[in-house]
């Protein structure tokens, strides 16, 4: 086995075409509990890679102070062991962190990966996780129409097998969601904030706060420009 959760190959199982041969009970997935939406191989394992990532990002985002005690780093023991079979790694790292306490059979439901509302899938607006329940429908609503997320899976950059973002999946999915189209420029439209935008309103000066024990302070500014 290599690092990547998508290694097994071939068959007739429940994601055959993207690189997964296996029943959704051997990943550890509650029995009866693939939302009804999914309906093909292909759709499985997207949405399956999509709880994995968004799982994962979630832990690397808790993962401070950076040690060995994290979940990100048990995760990333899980993915890397030579000794699992891929199917295993995936079953051991969402049992033990979707499990509910409450339920001795040891598996995960997959329904409950969707957040509330008409039409919920578990890719939404924000590949790096919307949440579930009603908060997750918030950031989803959010998420196709002004603060438009970006993001994309790449297999030479990642563990986790290609798939790319574009406009036109995000445009499908927020229509058939909430009957809206995402905006992702009307802030910086409305606002000016733009080169041109800055010029010609005389800006000079910006303050971006910026705390230091916040987990995105790393993507913030610094220093003076």
Not at 98 to 114: A, F, G, I, K, V
């Amino acid at each position: 086995d290599d690092p990547h959760v998508d290694s097994t190959t071939g068959g007739d199982g429940a994601g055959v075409g993207y690189g997964v041969d296996v029943s959704p009970e051997e990943l550890g997935i509650c029995p009866g509990s693939v939302p009804e939406y999914i309906q093909d191989p292909i759709t499985f394992a997207e949405e399956l890679f999509m709880v994995i990532g968004y799982t994962f990002a979630n832990d690397n985002m808790a993962n401070y102070p950076p040690s060995n005690k994290t979940r990100v780093y048990d995760a990333c023991n899980t993915f890397a062991s030579l000794h699992e079979s891929a199917p295993n790694k995936v079953r051991k790292f969402l049992s033990s962190r979707l499990t509910s306490d409450s339920d001795s059979n040891n598996c995960w439901n997959m329904q409950l990966q969707r957040p509330t509302g008409p039409h919920a899938t578990i890719s939404a607006g924000d590949w790096s996780g919307v949440g579930t329940g009603p908060d997750g429908e918030s950031w989803d609503f959010q998420t196709c129409t002004l603060l438009v997320e970006a993001i994309g899976f790449s297999a030479d950059k990642s563990m986790f097998p290609s798939r790319d973002w574009s406009i036109q999946w995000m445009a499908n999915h927020c229509r058939t969601r909430f009957g809206v189209s995402p905006a992702p420029l009307h802030l910086v439209e409305r606002w000016k904030f733009d080169d041109l935008g800055l010029v010609e309103g005389n800006v000079t000066r910006i303050l971006f706060t910026n705390g230091l024990n916040d987990g995105w302070s790393v993507g913030g500014v610094m220093e003076s420009l």
